[in-house]
T-cell receptor, first 110, second 116 residues
Framework: RKEVEQDPGPFNVPEGATVAFNCTYS??????FFWYRQDCRKEPKLLMS???SGNEDGRFTAQLNRASQYISLLIRDSKLSDSATYLC???????????FGPGTRLSVLP | EAQVTQNPRYLITVTGKKLTVTCSQN?????MSWYRQDPGLGLRQIYY???????DKGDVPEGYKVSRKEKRNFPLILESPSPNQTSLYFC???????????????FGPGTRLTVL
């Protein structure tokens, strides 16, 4: 079983739609969690950290469920510019190893 | 401008010809890391370094070497490249806190390597 798993998609949604991605991780002692965004052929960039209490940044909401070992990302009112691959990232319990999920591809259609 | 730079950006080489991909950051970050990205497999960590002269293997270290003689530089060395090392490589850096890298990673622009 992979350490971090994501539905690869692609998710094709119309502008204005709400879309949710899930990510599961296998190491119950994992310490920190992030969502990164990667545009085609570009480097990944941090979208948001994921806190235990859940957190929101504009149209983006991240949730963490430690008991079920999953992380979610909700995007409201999708824009064309949201089209990208979204990577779930988990830092292991030693705080030194960043483990990336394979990514979920989102296409927002006009 | 705060950034991570990699060179070269594109490289085509032949099996067995030693090569080095350089990585440099100007943010005084302690933590640096190398990844390779392949279709369907995502980003996989090759090596990482918590500070100068401290390096550790990631998930896929075979066939690679690294060194960390200075804080700003973290070169990736392929002593004898093989076709299965054809990939997109990213260097990243992050500030370290109490021996742990809990923080955002900043990525370089990537190096696309083809080994024939």
């Amino acid at each position: 079983r992979k350490e971090v798993e994501q539905d690869p998609g692609p998710f094709n949604v119309p502008e204005g739609a709400t879309v949710a991605f899930n990510c599961t991780y296998s190491n119950s002692a994992s310490q920190s969690f992030f969502w990164y965004r990667q545009d085609c052929r570009k480097e990944p960039k941090l979208l948001m950290s994921v806190y235990s209490s859940g957190n929101e940044d504009g149209r983006f909401t991240a949730q963490l469920n430690r008991a079920s070992q999953y992380i979610s990302l909700l995007i409201r009112d999708s824009k064309l510019s949201d089209s990208a691959t979204y990577l779930c990232v988990v830092i292991d319990n030693y705080g030194q190893n960043f483990v990336f999920g394979p990514g979920t591809r989102l296409s927002v259609l006009p | 401008e705060a950034q991570v730079t990699q060179n070269p950006r594109y490289l085509i080489t032949v099996t067995g010809k030693k090569l080095t991909v350089t990585c440099s950051q100007n943010m005084n970050h302690e933590y640096m890391s190398w990844y390779r990205q392949d279709p369907g497999l995502g980003l996989r960590q090759i090596y990482y370094s918590m500070n100068v002269e401290v390096t550790d293997k990631g998930d896929v270290p075979e066939g690679y070497k690294v060194s960390r003689k200075e804080k700003r530089n973290f070169p990736l060395i392929l002593e004898s490249p093989s076709p299965n090392q054809t990939s997109l490589y990213f260097c990243a850096s992050s500030p370290e806190t109490s021996g742990r890298a809990y923080n955002e990673q900043f990525f370089g622009p990537g190096t696309r390597l083809t080994v024939l």
